[in-house]
């Protein structure tokens, strides 16, 4: 079964540090995604992104992030300058163009000390 | 509106007894209910969806119970074993929108 990969699975940056998340979706899916999920909580939206560029973003997708599918199959995000409090585990997902469901990557737990 | 409110937060269930989550929402123009299990440290996995044109869907041990007019929809597992313990998250997304997440369900199995 098509799978979303992610990588790398832990990243472990100094405050400050500008980190880079990639995930490879689906190869035919054309919607792609960022969720986070801060230990314990629930699983929340960061921005979708469709036909290479931004569709919808959250307010937690400040500044601080950028998206971009830089070769085609790659989607990649982007913080700038780490907080502590963007420690979280960061899923990507994609989705295809008909009526199946999102499919989510295993994840990157991004810690920042 | 955008929100889906899931319940109960957690929920300890006897091996092959009957677990039932629970979720609700405002937003009419949803039209695509998932559920998601998720095991520590992994990313949620789809488990079962739903769309309101069918009040009940079952694969296997899980089913989908939808009520468009109350607008509420509910996970069932029958015969609960220990290994279904985890995480259960209700969903809910209108077309191609970003998926709105419920806060979790902590489900246990217990022999």
């Known amino acids: 079964e098509p799978e979303v990969t992610q990588t790398p699975s832990h990243q472990v940056t100094q405050m400050g540090q500008e980190v880079i998340l990639r995930c490879v979706p689906i190869s035919n899916h054309l919607y792609f995604y960022w969720y986070r999920q801060i230990l314990g909580q629930k699983v929340e939206f960061l921005v979708s992104?469709?036909?290479?560029?931004?569709?919808?973003k959250s307010e937690i997708f400040d500044d601080q992030f950028s998206v971009e599918r830089p070769d085609g199959s790659n989607f990649t995000l982007k913080i700038r300058s780490t907080k502590l409090e963007d420690s979280a585990m960061y899923f990507c997902?994609?989705?295809?163009?008909?009526?199946?469901?999102?499919?989510f990557g295993s994840g990157t737990r991004l810690t920042v000390v | 509106q955008q929100q889906v409110k899931q319940s109960p937060q957690s929920l300890i269930v006897q091996k092959g007894g009957i677990s039932i989550i629970n979720c609700a929402y405002e937003?009419?123009?949803?039209?695509?209910f998932p559920w998601y299990q998720q095991f520590p440290g992994k990313g949620p996995a789809l488990l079962i969806a739903i769309r309101p044109d069918v009040s009940e869907k079952k694969e296997g041990r899980f089913t989908i119970s939808f009520n468009k007019s109350a607008k509420q929809f509910s996970l069932h597992i029958m015969d609960s074993q220990p290994g279904d313990s985890a995480t259960y998250f209700c969903?809910?997304?209108?077309?191609?929108?970003?998926?709105?997440f419920g806060k979790g369900t902590r489900l246990s199995v217990i022999a």
């Open positions: 969903a809910a997304a209108a077309g191609n929108t970003p998926l709105v």
């Open positions: 997902a994609s989705l295809d163009r008909g009526r199946g469901g999102y499919t």
């Open positions: 992104f469709y036909n290479n560029e931004i569709s919808e």
């Open positions: 937003n009419t123009a949803f039209d695509y």
